[in-house]
């Protein structure tokens, strides 16, 4: 067997300020598997066999070495902070397939490992009818039990039927009655993006709405896994005020762009 090592690409401590989990991938001559979630007793076990190592990605979401853990006998030290290794939230991807399909793609190979990500791609779904699309959204497992829908927001977003018939479906109670937190991603193509605000006439309206009520997030695009990673919590956490829902608008029936 070649050389062989661990890394770490996520990482939560505990109340006592110790490592309590970790996302281990291992390194066999220089190839990257993933090896699971494990804890500091499994650290401390290894640490005196095998050299325990940072991992990140890049800004096309390739793993690259940075940084090594060092261990003084009690407490693990490591130079760069990394994500927190909390749970994957089953996460819901809306584009505009014609002109945000690569910020899509971007956005699956930077986070795949922060949520657990699901999309409808080009042909999978073809219905002209709202309520046809999103039971067959729920029936081929698209938007069934998600708990986070992220629209990617594009200058064209706000034009797309579908992108309303998405939002519509995740703000109502699925299979396994839950609703979905809802966070907005302006791209770099967005007219509000690095503004420090948004405009709700660039926006969906029914994403509009939810932002005016507080049940729904916004922000701008970034490559930061942990600013991200933030950015998925907070639009988590506030399925706990259901009340703040509107999901009232008429669903759109027809795109408004070419």
């Known amino acids: 067997m070649g050389e062989k090592f661990y890394c770490i690409s996520r990482l939560t401590k505990g109340v006592n300020g110790l490592i309590e989990r970790v996302d281990v991938h291992e390194v066999i001559n220089n190839e ?18 095998y050299d325990l190592k940072q ?54 190979s930077l986070f795949n490992d922060l949520i657990i990500a699901k999309s409808v791609n080009d042909g999978d779904i073809d219905s002209d009818n709202s309520d046809q699309y999103i039971k067959k959204l729920i029936q081929q497992n698209h938007l069934e039990n998600t708990t986070l829908l992220i629209v990617l927001l594009g200058p064209n977003t ?47 309206d029914r994403l509009s709405e939810n932002l005016k009520s507080g049940y729904a997030h916004i922000a701008d695009w970034t490559d930061d896994r942990i600013r991200m990673q933030e950015l998925i919590e907070e639009a988590f956490s506030r399925r706990s005020e259901p009340d703040k829902i ?6 759109m029936t027809k795109d408004t762009n070419d």
């Open 158 to 204: 706000k034009h797309r039927k579908h992108i309303d018939w998405e939002i519509s479906g995740s703000l109502n109670l699925k299979v396994g009655e839950k609703y979905s937190g809802l966070l907005g991603i302006k791209l770099p193509s967005h007219p509000d993006f690095g503004t420090g605000k948004y405009t709700y006439s660039n926006l969906p």
């Open 246 to 251: 509107r999901n009232g608008l008429i669903q």
């Open 32 to 49: 990257i598997s993933y090896y699971g979630i494990l804890d500091r007793i499994w650290m401390l076990n290894n640490y005196q066999f």
């Open 55 to 108: 991992i990140r990605k890049n800004e096309n979401g390739e793993w690259f070495l940075d940084g090594d853990f060092t261990f003084d006998g009690n407490f693990f030290s490591w130079s760069k902070n990394l994500p927190l290794a909390t749970t994957r939230h089953k996460t819901f991807l809306s584009y505009y397939h014609n002109e945000d399909q690569l910020f899509k793609e971007k956005f699956t």
